[in-house]
């Protein structure tokens, strides 16, 4: 999966568009992952 | 001597709290507009968007004026001190550490959101230059089909860490620990100190 989104000029050359839209669901599952170690860090903390 | 955590006062003047709730406002507006067409859901987002874009601007500038004529950067500026508490935290370690207004997490994400916030802005600004409003008129021709797909890319990567952002945000204002701050944003008062073990009042 790439990170940019290219599309072709009317001379056919490779040009920059955007960022790849189907990468969307990173930075959800990155705070879901620091979320659920914080919690989980938490807890140990709390319990000892 | 009393304790940082319970020693209470004014901790966010109203203008302080206003932009922040603004800001949280145009953020919601302006990633919904731009992530939910994306996601399928279909309707006519670039008004909303431009326009939230321009509230969030003022805003911002707002802020700006309140940092340089009222706080002063000095609070927000990371130090060794914030580097002692992160690695005591990391250790397991707490105390001995300077009363501060903000902690080196505080501070951490201040300055992740405000890179994120000022890189997204900045090109949201030129972007505007892309549609017609009743304002002004469209002029793409000021930049390269190169350069603009730089400036499509620094928004777009921009408005993917402040989704992230926002998400851990929501989950660290509303945990039990820290409502004492989220009241202090809604309602001005909360503790004075987010660290340090004990401070005379001035």
Do not use: C
Not at chain 1, 4 to 30: H, S
């Amino acid at each position: 999966m790439e990170l940019l989104r290219y599309t072709k000029d009317v001379f056919g050359q490779k040009m920059l568009v955007g960022v790849n839209w189907e990468l969307l669901w990173i930075p959800g599952a990155a705070a879901g992952l620091v979320i659920v170690v914080h919690f989980l860090l938490r807890a140990r903390r709390r319990a000892r | 001597m009393r304790s940082d955590q319970t020693q209470t006062g004014v901790r966010h003047r109203w203008p302080d709290r206003a932009f922040h709730w603004v800001m949280a406002a145009t953020v919601i507006v302006l990633t919904g507009s731009a992530f939910l067409p994306i996601l399928g859901i279909r309707f006519d987002w670039v008004p909303i968007h431009w326009i939230s874009g321009i509230v969030l601007v003022v805003a911002i500038l707002f802020h700006l004026v309140r940092v340089f004529a009222v706080h002063g950067f000095r609070e927000m500026i990371p130090g060794p001190e914030d580097i002692r508490e992160a690695a005591g935290d990391l250790a397991g370690r707490a105390g001995g550490l300077k009363p501060a207004k903000y902690d080196a997490y505080q501070k951490s994400y201040h300055w992740a959101s405000a890179i994120a916030v000022l890189a997204v802005t900045i090109t949201g600004v030129i972007m505007l230059l892309k549609i017609d409003t009743p304002f002004w008129r469209r002029d793409p021709s000021i930049m390269s089909d190169q350069d603009w797909g730089v400036v499509y890319v620094i928004h777009g990567l921009s408005s993917l860490a402040i989704l992230f952002l926002v998400i851990l945000h929501v989950y660290f204002s509303i945990l039990p620990e820290h409502r004492a701050m989220l009241r202090a944003m809604i309602a001005g008062r909360g503790p004075l100190f987010a660290r340090g073990n004990t401070h005379e009042q001035d």
